[in-house]
């Protein structure tokens, strides 16, 4: 009887724990913030490792021509927004009062850890060229004697000195942090663009047999999407579709700029995909409503942001979050993704040669 009574009692406890324990989500997994000392497991990968770049199309043509790297910039998504329409008066769980709301995120890596990603890419990607027997020409060297189209003189982003800048593909604009190597400066670029530059030299390139080029890429590491299609990372109150947003890292092209730009051609290397890795590097933590936040020293959208309140008052609820990058996995993930976009751009230059 009493075997009997405890085995009930024992059965009992067991499905209470059971019940609890469904209710009650587990511990999430700590999040080591980015740093070069996290970053560092990461460098264990071999400059130079075998990757499948990612499909890309290109008209440049360098045969029998000097060429030289005039700039390598690498994009990093710190911050991102959409205009989306709340589910039911509701947007990630939040109570939202107006028909449209915008829906953003930001981040704040650490820029050292990101220069130390920035000067691997750099060095892989030259080790990629070696490989595939691509040479160029010493750019101060090269520009000493021939003059440039497009001179590489502002500074990249460092400590205390970020580098921002905005692209809008269709109703999301995505703000990155512009990274150069160290010790290399990149072209000015206003919001027109990167501009004619000096157009003496672009004619007398051909001539010479001179080319100049920029590289870029970008690492975009958010989706936020309207379909109702996606879930969301964070879940929403009411359980319901809806607007959402995920990390989500990927090799995308730079916007405003390209995989490869032949300055005296006006010639092209294009990624014609985006390399998307789905794997989980980073949390988002819902932050409270208010007005958009730009940084200071982003004055084109500052500007920007100066015409669409001339234009229309910005009334609109804003549901933000904060993107919690780990260190390990998103180097990692840095790291697999700039090899695949230097693969890229050593094929392009290969087969320009």
Known sequence: MHSRLHSCILATACLL???????????????????????????????????????????????????????YLLLIEVGGERPVKPDAGLLLGQSVSTELATLAFRAEPDIAALQ???????LDLQTRLAARGVVVADAAETISRYGAVYE???????????????????????RYLVMTPTGMKMVKRTVAGIGLGNVAARLAF?????????????????????????????????????PALSPLLELAPAPGAALVHAHAQLELANLNEALML????????????????????????????LGKRLLAPDNNTRVESQLELDGPSTARLIVFA????????????????
């Open 338 to 353: 700039t090899a695949a976009g230097n693969q890229a751009m050593a094929e392009a230059l290969k087969a320009a040669q």
């Open 278 to 305: 789905a794997t989980e590097f980073g949390r988002l933590r819902p932050l409270l409503s208010g007005k958009p936040r730009r940084p200071p020293s982003d004055p084109i959208g500052a500007l920007l942001g």
């Open 206 to 242: 051909p001539a010479q047999g001179v080319e100049g080029l920029s590289l870029a890429m970008a690492i975009n590491v958010s989706a936020l999407d309207d379909t109702g299609q996606r879930q969301s990372s964070l879940l929403q109150a009411d359980g319901s579709g809806g």
């Open 116 to 122: 130390a990603l920035t000067d691997r890419a750099w």
């Open 17 to 71: 724990a059971g019940s609890a324990w469904a209710q009650t989500a587990p511990a999430a997994r700590p999040i080591k913030p980015l740093s070069t000392a996290t970053a560092q497991e990461a460098f264990s990968r071999p400059l130079g490792a075998a990757t499948r770049p990612p499909q890309f199309t290109s008209s440049i043509n360098l045969k029998g021509k000097r060429s030289y790297i005039a700039e």
């Open 152 to 174: 590489a003189t502002e500074p990249g982003s460092v400590e205390g000195a970020p580098v921002y800048i905005e692209a809008k593909v269709g109703d999301v604009t995505r």
